[in-house]
């Protein structure tokens, strides 16, 4: 949460700039809008935070960002699936020391500072249906959180098979 109690709105105090206002900052879809609101031409710092929130709410609405005081994540550069929420990992055992292989891991925030998380078979499914089923169960943790799905699903290239690494020896 921001300074000021508003998700994505910060206070800015500088004297040396003699900056005195709210910032607002609205990250979606790997993009930031981002405006200042100044006390003085806003006509006081109420007025200022006023318009900083219709300017943030009007903006997601714009965007198609659902509204909500969660945070919602954002395409990160090392998601392999291309999807947020969803990653491409290995588990190496179960509980009952079998070994696994390849899955896709799916987690989402039911409510804040709680976790849930759940894999997806490669080996048991195949990739492409796989990371269909890994879709469907990310598609309902975002209805959990956010109230609805997002849009954002961005299309990914399947690997075509799966490679197993060779295995290391250790030299005695």
Not at 78 to 103: F, L, Q
């Amino acid at each position: 949460m921001a300074t000021s109690g508003y998700k994505s709105i910060s206070r800015v105090d500088h004297e040396k700039k003699h900056a005195y206002g709210w910032f607002v900052r609205v990250a979606y879809r790997s993009k930031m809008y981002q405006k200042f609101f100044s006390d003085l031409a806003e006509g006081g710092k109420r007025k200022a935070l006023k318009a900083a929130i219709k300017w943030r709410d009007k903006t997601e609405r714009k965007l198609g960002k659902p509204r909500t005081e969660r945070k919602v994540a954002m395409p990160s550069s090392r998601n392999t699936s291309g999807v947020v929420g969803i990653r491409e990992t290995t588990k190496a055992m179960t509980r009952d020391g079998r070994k696994k292989g390849p899955v896709y891991e799916v987690w989402w925030f039911p409510k804040p500072g709680e976790i849930r998380k759940t894999s997806v078979s490669i080996y048991k499914y195949g990739q492409r249906e796989a990371f269909r089923r890994a879709q469907a169960l990310r598609k309902a943790g975002e209805k959990i959180m956010y109230g609805s799905e997002l849009s954002s699903i961005k299309k990914v290239g399947l690997k075509k098979s799966i490679k197993r690494k060779p295995s290391r020896k250790r030299r005695k």
